[in-house]
């Protein structure tokens, strides 16, 4: 989302004038498309609620584009799409490579969850394996 998004082009009249303007403007992700068939109003709302931050104005333009390049390309998101779009607005807005090195190697950091949740379970595990393995005396 970049927080200097033209104005909106849907009628006045539009239920989900928030999702016109995503569509209208190459912000619209497809994986929300779904839940928008579904609710269009649920979705419009949750897109308020979400892009309020960003257009509120309190964070700069650049910090927006990094947190969205972090969002998306967080393992719990993986949206490539998003992550390049990101990347070359925060590049328009002259952010350097190493600024957008250090938020994608802060973001990596989230799936170190992946070992420190599995790593135990696998020692348990081999454990209980080992200890059933083991003779009985």
């Not at 950091?109 to 599995?118: A, K, N, T, W």
Request: proline share 8%; hydrophobic share 45%.
């Amino acid at each position: 989302m970049n927080a200097t998004l033209p104005a909106d082009p849907a009628p006045a009249t539009s239920p989900t004038p928030l999702c016109d303007r995503l569509r209208a403007h190459g912000e619209w992700n497809p994986a929300w498309q779904a839940g928008y068939d579904l609710d269009p109003e649920w979705t419009e709302r949750f897109m308020a609620m979400g892009l309020k931050p960003m257009l509120s104005g309190v964070l700069d333009a650049k910090t927006i584009e990094f947190l969205a390049i972090a969002v998306d390309a967080s393992c719990t998101h993986l949206y490539a799409p998003g992550v390049r779009r990101h990347i070359r607005k925060a590049l328009d807005l002259g952010a350097t490579k190493e600024e957008i090195t250090a938020v994608l190697q802060l973001t990596s950091v989230l799936g170190i969850h992946s070992m420190s949740l599995g790593a135990p379970m696998l020692i348990e595990e081999l454990a209980a394996r080992e200890a059933a393995a083991a003779p009985r005396d």
